[in-house]
């Protein structure tokens, strides 16, 4: 599995590096360009992201504008709902229009931080992304 983790804090980054890296491949991104240009070359190398972990609060370009383009670019390539990313919000923000906002643009789940790395491991099972143990 190829995993995207747009995080611009050091230590969020290693967290989930280190988790995820159990189940996959891992990428970083510090910003929402950055993020951007990773899933292109991905798709462009012909090995997209299966996942993405995206923060919301980071430099250049939030993530909620990320996750929008994203799912534009997907729309313009015409890739099917089924076939997507599946991109998981990682951020400390709880307010309710953030995660309405966030599900509305494509989200397939939010996750608050600190991150619980067991309901985390439990919702990439319920995605499909991985086998429960």
């Not at 290693?14 to 950055?34: H, P, R, T, W």
């Not at 990773?38 to 997209?48: I, M, N, Q, S, V």
């Not at 997507?84 to 923000?93: E, F, G, N, S, Y």
Request: aromatic content about 6%; charged content about 30%; hydrophobic content about 45%.
């Amino acid at each position: 599995m190829r995993i995207l983790i747009a995080e611009d804090d050091f230590i969020g980054r290693k967290l989930l590096q280190k988790f995820l890296s159990q189940y996959g491949e891992c990428d970083i991104a510090v910003n929402g360009m950055e993020a951007i240009d990773a899933y292109l070359a991905a798709h462009k190398e012909g090995t997209p992201y299966h996942l993405i972990c995206l923060d919301i609060m980071m430099p250049v370009m939030d993530g909620l504008k990320v996750l929008k383009a994203i799912r534009d670019i997907e729309r313009q390539k015409g890739i099917l709902d089924k076939d997507r990313v599946k991109i998981i919000i990682t951020t400390a923000l709880n307010d309710r229009k953030t995660v309405s906002e966030s599900y509305d643009s494509g989200c397939e789940a939010y996750a608050w931080k600190p991150l619980d790395l067991e309901k985390f491991r439990e919702v990439m099972v319920k995605l499909g992304l991985i086998a429960e143990a």
